[in-house]
């Protein structure tokens, strides 16, 4: 892929009111921004049509769930270490769209897991958590198996990792959330990271859009971060051998 100058950058992470985008330009001296899309096809027509989009979400699903997951998900739990439990096992694709937008989340749920289990060698389930992001999931794998050309310009990346990457390949000393809940030390130790990668202080202070956490901003920097860095052609690619799914879809991890 050749580096093209006027590309926009975006690093994209899921948040609550759908997707929370961190967009600069990398040639021109304007801060970044930051917005939130209910859709990720909202976001994508927004953009410019040569923009670079590093996403936090799996792209590429296996047709049937084998142990250790995909061959990047097990790469990137390697590389972490301790911070491995934040990359989720992605199930089979059949189980990523049992997922349905229902009010009964509990039977739904249980179903998904039926499902789930049925295509998997292990008969594992996907946490609760997981669960949570299918239906983005979905979202990317439909327009991404449409639309032949996006596929050269949206990229999976993982935020801990691209973290990781940034701090000397050493996992950071603090997770950023613990019970679920924002641990202090975690997101100053991710802000700092930030700060020493160009991210304006002032940026960095800034209240995260309604709808977005500030865990949810500063992973959308990170993706950022490692989408100017696919731009020029220098990231990390978990597996350094990427995978191609059935339907087509590259199956890696950059940072």
């Not at 596929?151 to 613990?178: A, W």
């Not at 731009?231 to 950059?254: T, Y």
Request: hydrophobic content about 40%; proline content about 7%; charged content about 25%.
């Amino acid at each position: 892929m050749a580096a093209r100058a006027s590309a926009q950058i975006a690093g994209v992470d899921g948040c609550k009111s759908g997707w929370i985008a961190v967009i600069f330009q990398p040639d021109a001296s304007g801060p970044a921004e930051v917005k939130v899309f209910d859709t990720f096809a909202n976001l994508v027509g927004w953009l410019q049509p040569d923009s670079i989009i590093a996403v936090d979400m799996p792209i590429g699903l296996p047709e049937r769930g084998i142990k250790g997951g995909r061959a990047p998900d097990w790469a990137a739990k390697e590389f972490l270490g301790p911070r491995r439990a934040s990359v989720f096992l992605v199930p089979s694709r059949r189980a990523v769209y049992a997922r349905e937008a229902v009010d009964a989340y509990k039977q739904d749920y249980r179903r998904v897991c039926a499902v789930a289990r049925e295509t998997s060698d292990l008969r594992r389930a996907p946490s609760i958590q997981a669960y949570s992001i299918f239906p983005r999931i979905q979202q990317i794998d439909q327009m991404l198996r449409q639309d032949k050309a996006l596929r050269r310009r949206v990229f999976e990346v993982h935020p801990e990792v691209s973290f990781t990457v940034m701090n000397g390949d050493k996992p950071l000393p603090e997770p950023k959330k613990v019970n679920r809940r924002v641990h202090t030390l975690g997101m100053r130790c991710r802000k700092e990271l930030l700060a020493g990668q160009d991210f304006a202080s002032g940026f960095l202070e800034a209240k995260p859009s309604l709808g977005a956490a500030l865990d949810d901003f500063y992973d959308a920097c990170a993706c950022a971060w490692s989408g100017a860095r696919i731009l020029r052609q220098e990231e990390r690619i978990f597996p350094p051998e990427p995978g191609i799914d059935a339907k087509g879809l590259q199956v890696a991890i950059r940072a």
